[in-house]
């Protein structure tokens, strides 16, 4: 899988990018450790990896968090790498996809390039500019498809956004973090029990996945499964402490 530019975990979505979790669709006795319509949170934007000075790219390392009131995870979607491009590092790749698109006005990895960039630097509207014009000149761009999801994410654009997470799947079926963030914009829509494959496919590609145990485990309480929410937190749990948080809340241990 390549490298990417935008980090969103999915704090609640977006990422990506810090996101938070989400909670359920229906109305439930407080204390029930299940979360109800009014404490909804969204749910992280898949992060990626940040890539080096030198490269294009991200899915998800802008966390953003969407409005929520209950309890999220800390946790970001995607491990982060030790060094991350700074303001700086972006601005500089700004500067060379100009400089590259003013000699080859249709370089659709100069368009890329800035379009991650430019949502880094959270200037959301003219990054999807950039990842429009990216795609009508290479429309089979898994990356592209993945980056704009993000995006569209972190504008709370979720419709959209599911759609080019499905794109991404179908260009490239293995990316486990399109599926995690196709499944978080599903949760932000109160589709839970739409949003559990999703979960479960990218679990299947890489079994060491916190975030996907964590978020199908909530999604499993969203819909009244107490038993299988209960062994996905405390299987995300053992991954990663931090989802501790949402085993206490989400299953009963609160």
């Known amino acids: 899988m390549t490298n990417r530019i935008l980090h969103v975990a999915l704090g609640a979505a977006t990422v990506l990018l810090s996101t938070q979790c989400a909670s359920t669709a229906e109305k439930d006795k407080p204390g029930s450790g299940r979360a109800t319509a009014t404490e909804v949170s969204a749910p992280r934007?898949?992060?990626?990896?940040?890539?080096?000075?030198?490269?294009?790219?991200?899915?998800?390392?802008?966390?953003?968090?969407?409005?929520?009131t209950?309890?999220?995870?800390?946790?970001?979607?995607?491990?982060?790498?030790a060094a991350r491009k700074?303001?700086?590092?972006?601005?500089?790749?700004?500067?060379?996809?100009?400089?590259?698109?003013?000699?080859?006005?249709?370089?659709?990895?100069?368009?890329?390039?800035?379009?991650?960039?430019?949502?880094?630097?959270?200037?959301?509207?003219?990054?999807?500019?950039?990842?429009?014009?990216?795609?009508?000149?290479?429309?089979?761009?898994a990356e592209a498809y993945y980056s704009r999801g993000l995006t569209r994410l972190k504008l709370k654009e979720y419709t959209p956004a599911i759609s080019d997470f499905t794109k991404a799947i179908k260009y490239r079926p293995d990316d486990k973090e399109a599926y995690?963030?196709?499944?978080?914009?599903?949760?932000?829509?109160?589709?839970?029990?739409?949003?559990?494959?999703?979960?479960?496919?990218?679990?299947?590609?890489?079994?060491?996945?916190?975030?996907?145990?964590?978020?199908?485990?909530?999604s499993y309480s969203s819909i009244n499964k107490p038993a299988e929410a209960k062994a996905d937190l405390e299987a995300a749990a053992k991954l990663n402490p931090e989802a501790n948080r949402s085993l206490r809340r989400y299953a009963g241990k609160e």
């Open 45 to 68: 934007v898949p992060t990626a990896p940040a890539e080096p000075a030198a490269s294009a790219s991200t899915s998800a390392a802008v966390p953003t968090t969407l409005a929520a």
């Open 70 to 81: 209950s309890p999220a995870p800390t946790t970001a979607p995607v491990v982060e790498p």
């Open 86 to 141: 700074s303001n700086a590092d972006y601005k500089a790749d700004i500067r060379t996809a100009d400089l590259a698109l003013k000699t080859k006005p249709k370089d659709a990895e100069a368009l890329l390039l800035r379009a991650k960039a430019k949502s880094h630097l959270k200037d959301y509207r003219e990054a999807l500019v950039d990842y429009n014009a990216a795609l009508r000149l290479k429309p089979t761009s």
């Open 180 to 218: 995690f963030g196709r499944g978080a914009a599903k949760m932000q829509l109160f589709n839970f029990k739409g949003a559990i494959p999703d979960f479960t496919k990218a679990i299947t590609i890489d079994s060491t996945y916190a975030d996907a145990w964590e978020y199908r485990g909530i």
